[in-house]
């Protein structure tokens, strides 16, 4: 080979009469600046190299190209801006191969379609996920992908963000020709010649014409993604944009709909929603730097042991067994054990029936369970995690006799959603191998793992709790010891904001269409009953010695408590579930035992707008949060965020309550606190650290980056 522009981002060296200009952009190869320019210039210069025949591009290391550099959205955009370089690489007089491996993602796949042959190598994975930033494929995506496999597979791909294997591509259209082996640069030299020879001439996506002839049957199918979007994506602001793209496709000619796409991809790009979604996006992969993990490595981890077989025992074994590791659960009698199997073996009838898994596979991850009585069958086990009754009595009798039985260096987890961790360890020899692994119900289902340290917890323990995440696909967090550590504390603070709320004169029903409002899946009441009042009620029970006898207490989920309504599960809570419904309606006698309570504490009602309960609320969370970050029980804002986008709903697009602080402002925050305070001084107390950031005039984002 040959050298022919300086190694840089892309660079490009001639294989005989091939040149391959390879993007070496560590670690994705994201479409940086740089790289569009090195790119773009090594495109032009083959145009007039008398020894160049044809042009392959391909990606460094594990991936094609992962898309535009997400970290330069929000930036003056620098030149030549990607849809440029497409239309550049699709102008080319020399025919251009792209061989896919890895990542070929949003401007990545673009790339690849503004190429004129492509081919794929079974490790490829495919997609337009720009819907997930919040944006559109700003680089003829939604021209040139409708063009080449019909509008309506491209709709499925541009507004899902799925990825699609090398098989599903070249089904759908989307490759040509699957690569054998690993390596990307020897399939694409090999799959380049045989075109050379075929005498390939440059063939471009943009006179694509078959996928869209019939033009009224496209129209068809982005009338109906247009509907499905205003069905199910309500409140997101690209799918709409992405449908009105894909129509341009198919009314306008090429040029014109590249400037359609460009004016809708900018008008996402100054959306609000881009921001929080790019927020979450990076939010997520911070998680993982936290100072244990450079101290600590993980410990060995090959097999798990689950102290409990209820709820959240069964849902942390399922969740387990999907990671192909094995269990073995201990419960307290054959009984309890039994039902804990069957709660196992119900979440896999459950997937065999939807057609999720097979029935050997749900054979094979049964396999890896075994149950117990007795501790003794833990003394294997790399990491045991308890998950018994929320009480510290029983916890410290399960913990000492995990003391007793566990192998020297096996980690010890407690499942407890607001016990101390410090005074648990206290009945073992070693504190230093045990922290919290709070789970989130369903266990096998919800994303978020808190990894909550106690002051003795050791680094390679706490990396141990990461790997394990690692190894389940959960997102892990950090958080210290506190009662509720990061999401639970902040929860009941803003959930007794709702309360004071419903005292002073909002329905249950008018504050969860508030919060829903807000882009909520659903409000706290509907939470509630979902959750079970009585999980709530035994917290509260267990907190009334320690409560703050200045802090106005609403008793009216006690009031529902008593007469036994938990919600759901009774059928009736905040609503009423007539024969098992899982949706609920509202109670006229809820709204009664309301008013009583309300004439009890001598409140006058008053109305509440949509716009007062979102303020609130949020304000109570955000207060909550920032306190919750001044006494470090989380390492940065980020890190609260993402608990509360993958464990309580808080909606994507919002990037999580910190974002939205930052978004609308911290005074403004401030001010609603201090309005509130007014009212409930002893409830409503400004954090410090908020009022440190708006006398400064920072925001939270510079504690991120700090
Ligand atoms: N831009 C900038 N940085 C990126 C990036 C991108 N497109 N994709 C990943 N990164 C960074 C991550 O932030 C992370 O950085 P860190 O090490 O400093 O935390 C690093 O690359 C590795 O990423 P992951 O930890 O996610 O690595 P994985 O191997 O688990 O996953 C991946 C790799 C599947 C490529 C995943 O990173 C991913 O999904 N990336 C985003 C893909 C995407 O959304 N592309 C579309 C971008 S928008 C676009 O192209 C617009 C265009 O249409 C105009
Ligand atoms: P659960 O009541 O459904 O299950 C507890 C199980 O522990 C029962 O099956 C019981 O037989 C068993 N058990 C009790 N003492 C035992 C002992 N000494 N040895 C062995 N097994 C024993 O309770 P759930 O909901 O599963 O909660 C368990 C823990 O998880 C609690 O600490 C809870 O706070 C926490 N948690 C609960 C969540 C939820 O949504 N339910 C969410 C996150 C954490």
Redesign the pocket.
Known sequence: MTDHTNAGAAHARRDEDILVITIDHP??N?LSADVRRDLSAAVDAAQSDPLVRAILLVGAGK?FI??????EFGKPPKAPI?PDVCNQIEASQKPVVAVLHG?A????L?IALAAHYRIALASA?LGL??V??G?L???G?TQRTPRLIGAAAALDLMLSGKHLSADAALKAGLVDTIGEGSDALSAGLTYTRQLLAQGAAPRRSRDATAALADRAAALAEAAAAGEHVAKTLRGLYSPAKIVEAVRAAIEQPFDEGLRTERAL?LQCLDSPQRAGLVHA??AE??TTKIPELKEGKARRLDSVGVVGGGTMGAGIAVSVLDAGLPVVMVEQDDAALERGRARITQVYDLLVKKGRISADERDARLARFTGATSYDALDNADLIIEAVFEDMDVKLGVFAQLDRVAKPGAVLATNTSYLDVDRIATATRGPADVLGLHFFSPANIMKLLEVVVGAHTAPDTVATGFELARRLRKTAVRAGVCDGFIGNRILAVHRQAADMMMEDGASPYDIDAAVRGFGYPMGPYQMADLAGGDIGWATRKRRAATRDPAVRYVQIPDCLCERGWFGQKTGRGFYLYPDGARLGTQDPEVLAIIDDERTRARVTPRAFTQEDIQRRYLAAMINEAANVLHQGIALRPSDVDVVFLSGYGFPRYHGGPMHYADSVGLGSVLADIRACAKEDPAFWKPSPLLVQLVESGRNFASLNAA
């Not at 992962?66 to 970290?71: F, V």
């Open positions: 670690p994705v994201a991936n992962a898309g535009a550099d997400i970290r990607l990542a993602l949003g401007g990545g673009e994975k996920p720009e997930n930033l944006l494929p700003g680089a995506g991809f996006f990076f992969r911070e």
